[in-house]
């Protein structure tokens, strides 16, 4: 078993960054929606899973059906990247626009907002498997069967760790994330809206009377969210070349173990949280089987929480809270 | 504007007629409240003839849904409701008790051919521990996250069903044993309701509507008692019940011990008629849509929890002619409720008015500026 782990330690590891990556991306949406609203977006996972089928619908449209290169195959990862995006995040606004806002005004709870969420989960994986994949996609009668993407780039080798090859694809995953975590990064912490979205996390009240326009950042923070879900959609599809109506539930529960794994409501922590999950699956998916890998990740989620339940960087998008 | 209106003002008078039928209640006499009592019960006992079932599924057997899925889903939400509506604990992982008190019976009816009796005894213990062993790690965490550790165990458990072998792995377990016959030949209603066979359903909905009965005696009892308040107090405010001398914790495994082997014993008894059972008989999507039932009918109140399973199992199974636009429209009429009745269709007046202060379960959503009535309790709850 030891010289198991020691074999497959390098694939695993950058397995395990490829997916933490994923992870990580989603994780955003989650963390920075509870930090602004204490709300689980439990839809949120409906919002990545239709940042993969927008991202499919570009290569779908175009017609690709054999490998790319150079500049066409960049054209298209790009406009996969921004359909995912755009799909993304026009779904993660009309759900708070439906599911969320009237709630808010109403001053409903949170349980009643949980609620919403799930109905809002199930409609959209439903829509997808009933209406979208079918009728967009061209698939009548196989709406809930798994649909496949054309392969996009030659999977060669980059480069090699200790003697495992890194595939171009992971690279470009682990390259994308990282890209779009830092550009966030800047976003929350430099600019106007990034200030809007910290001060309606710390205080609602007082950022209100410090002319911050609540209702627009929540927006923002929903657009913001669902557009890295989307890129992680996009990202996802490129290099496992395969999505389905419910992909994703796993991926969303995974996500938010990553997000309270980092501190929920702390945007680097998603970072960390979503990278020290996918590693930690892959490796422990070595010792004990892959069979076991999802039951690692709900373990540790519960380890966790039970001895630092905030998170490994704490709570930050808001102040610390009991 | 003038629908909205209209919506409100049909709203306060359902509320208004819902008051007058609780007052009228309220001052009702013992005996006038047993006989009420006794015709629901007869009522539960016709509920599988011929002549309702004609209206209320026309396209499957009446008998065979009224056990599974609007029974089980009413036991289950009345299990559900220990924990979510009377303690105000977020669990999202509820059909793991199910699926524990399933496999206690197909395990020990199959491998050790123990009677249907004695496993419902053993199983109900079984929940109640593993109910315990769940809640004591996390029991200590609050709202969500408490809400996210139960899914990820509803998980866990799911899948190491369907990961171990010898407990029969993705194909799960068959064969599993009926209930012994309690007399051949007595017969209510032209049904020999003891005698548990494989065709006729209407015996197994009878012990399920005993079970049901005793459940719902039981957990009337602990909401009127000390346990009851205590489980209140904590919803309302943790922090203020433990300071008022509650002990939150152990109030709060209770609700967890109770819950889950109210769920365990509905798990117990429904493997006990299906004879065969696999780990996709116990996704998520069943925790969510037993929440849903509890939230829909007015979380806390025990007949409104009960009207909620009701539509929840009945309603899809009614609509048949829109076979897969089912759970679309289940999911939409999941957000037009919350946003229309959050408080539930049969709300109890104490969470209505809890939802007018609007802590109506887990606190409000943050980003939202309370009005000045309002401004302590936001203050506590940070």
Redesign the interface.
Known sequence: MFSDFINQFWPASIDGLAFGSIYALIALGYTMV?G?????NFAHSEVFMIGTFGAMFVPFTLGIDSTLTGIALVGVILAMIVAGMLASAGTAIALEQ???K???K???????????A??????????F??VVIPGVFDRPERGRIQMGLPRLMERSELFSIAGHPVRVDQVVVIIAAIGMMIALDALVNRTKIGRGIRA??QN??AA?LMGVD?NN??RMTFLIGGAMAGVAGALYLISYENTNYYIG?LFG?KA??AA?LGGIGNLRGALVGGIVLGLVENYGAILV?S??K??IS??I??LV??FR?TGILGESLQ?A?? | MNKKTSSAGFRHQLGHFGDVVHDRWLRAPGWQRWIVYLLLIVFALLLPSESIGSFMSPDTDWATILFFPIGTYVVLAIGLNVV?GQAGL?DLGFVAFYAVGGYAMALLGTKMGWDFWVILVVGIGICALSGITLGA??L??R???L???T???G??IR??A??TDSIGGPTGISGIPHPPNLSDDFELFGVKIFKYGVLDPRPYYYLLVALAVIVIILVKRWEKSRVGRAWAAIREDEDAAEVMGVPTFRFKMLAFAIGASIGGAMGVLWAAKSVSLNPNDFQ??LS?TI??AV??GG?GNLPGVMLGAFVVAWLPERFRELK??R??I??????A???FR?EGLLPSRQRKAE?KE?????????????GPE?HGEEVAS?
């Open positions: 509870y602004v609203l204490r709300l689980i439906v599911a969320y009237p709630l808010r109403r001053g409903a709870s949170r349980l009643a907002a949980l609620i919403s799930i109905g809002a989960s199930i409609f959209l994986q439903e829509l498997a009933l309606t996390a609602p009240e209100t609540i950042i929540v539930f529960i938010f173990t309270v089987g069979d076991w999802h039951v709900f373990t989620l519960i929480l039970m339940p102040q809270r009991a | 979510v977020l790690p996390t200590r965490l709202g969500d996250y809400a996210i550790v899914l990820g165990f998980e866990i899948i190491t369907r990961n998520f999507l969510a929440l849903a939230v829909m979380s897969d636009y759970m679309l289940f999911g939409a009429v999941l957000v409720l919350m946003i959050p939802f609007g802590s109506g379960g887990m606190g409000t959503l943050g980003a939202e500026v309370p309002s940070r």
